[in-house]
């Protein structure tokens, strides 16, 4: 654990990073808490997750081997306050509320990073990030066990299960890039076959390490010179990874699967913009849920950030 956070540490913000390296004038990096949870369709607790996931930060070794370095305090980390949600908001009030933190976050170029709450926040991320950034476009990577490509679930287009159908509606979505997808219905099937121009999707064998391996060679060649925005439901991961999740699904992505995804994002895409992370729900009495998914957004913010790898 580094010095300064030693003898000054933030028990509020990510990492509990303390002054000057979470001063919001300053920062590269802003994370926003969005503790959303509205359309959960099987376990609960999503909206816990944010929390779960700063108090987690707090016990994070900032020192990172591959980079030699501690990159947190060269970047620096600024934690908002979590947006607040009364009961029974409607769902475009939320996710306009949503777009207007993000917005004012890009606005500024910082790289953010949005604490789910349920994956229906997705939208209304991305579109903060367009309204702060129009007339450009992003592809989107897509980390998930479910291929959230319904048009409706329940009768609600807004569902946590049509997030990326969301997505490739809004105009500034270029193309869709998905990975450890292992459970979909007949339509979301469909809807893959029929638009190969749009969404490319990686099941999770099939991201399995062997030497036929192709997906790195053609991530990186679809994201050269592109603008990305990367979205990552925590049940992508196989839950011996991450067993804190609504709706968890066997045989997920590996560690370093995801981790290596991260990496062929910032070696090949112009920029990444941001991200936002959903869908934890921790577990009482089984708190390396939340520890596992805050160290691994540490690992991938100083991966995909702009220069954030760069040696100290």
Same mark, same amino acid.
């Given at each position: ?10 028990? +509020?913000?990510?990492?509990? &990073?303390?002054?000057? *390296? ?33 108090? $987690? ?5 900032? *020192?990172? @081997? ?7 305090? =060269? ?25 207007? @933190?993000? $917005?004012?976050? $890009?606005?500024? @170029? ?42 409706? *679930?329940? +009768?609600?287009? =807004? ?6 159908? =969301?997505? &490739?509606? #809004? ?23 029929? #638009? ?57 992505? $590996? ?41 691994? &957004? ?15």
């Amino acid at each position: 654990m580094a010095e300064e956070r030693e003898t000054g540490w933030d028990p +509020g913000s990510f990492l509990g &990073l303390a002054m000057p *390296y979470c001063d919001c004038r300053t920062a590269g990096a802003v994370v926003i808490p969005a503790p959303y949870e509205a359309t959960v369709s099987y376990g609960a607790g999503a909206g816990k997750g944010p929390a779960g996931i700063l108090g $987690a930060s707090r016990q994070i070794e900032l *020192y990172d @081997r591959e980079l030699d370095s501690e990159p947190a305090l =060269r970047y620096g980390i600024h934690t908002e306050p979590p947006l607040a949600f009364a009961q029974g908001e409607a769902a475009g009030a939320v996710l306009g509320r949503i777009a207007a @933190r993000v $917005a004012a976050a $890009a606005e500024k @170029r910082r790289f953010f990073l949005v604490l789910g709450g349920e994956h229906g926040i997705s939208p209304g991320v991305f579109a903060g990030l367009v309204r702060a950034r129009p007339n450009e476009r992003f592809d989107i990577v897509h980390l998930d066990a479910h291929a959230d490509l319904r048009d409706s *679930y329940e +009768g609600n287009p =807004r569902s946590h299960a049509c997030a990326a159908r =969301r997505l &490739l509606d #809004n105009p500034a979505c270029g193309f869709l890039w998905q990975f450890g997808i292992r459970s979909l219905c007949a339509g979301e099937a469909a809807f893959i076959r029929k #638009n190969p121009q749009r969404v490319r999707t990686w099941f999770a064998e099939e991201t399995i390490p062997h030497p036929d391996a192709d997906w790195r060679r053609e991530l990186a060649k679809g994201l050269a010179g592109k603008k990305v925005f990367l979205t990552f439901d925590v049940d992508a991961l196989d839950p011996a990874v991450v067993p804190g999740t609504g709706t968890p699904e066997p045989d997920g992505l $590996a560690w370093r699967t995801a981790l290596e995804i991260c990496r062929v994002v910032a070696d090949s895409a112009a920029e990444t913009a941001g991200m936002d992370a959903v869908e934890a729900a921790p577990v009482p009495g089984l708190h390396y849920s939340e520890f596992n998914i805050a160290k691994l &957004l540490y690992l991938m913010m100083s991966r995909l950030m702009p220069g954030a790898a760069a040696s100290s």
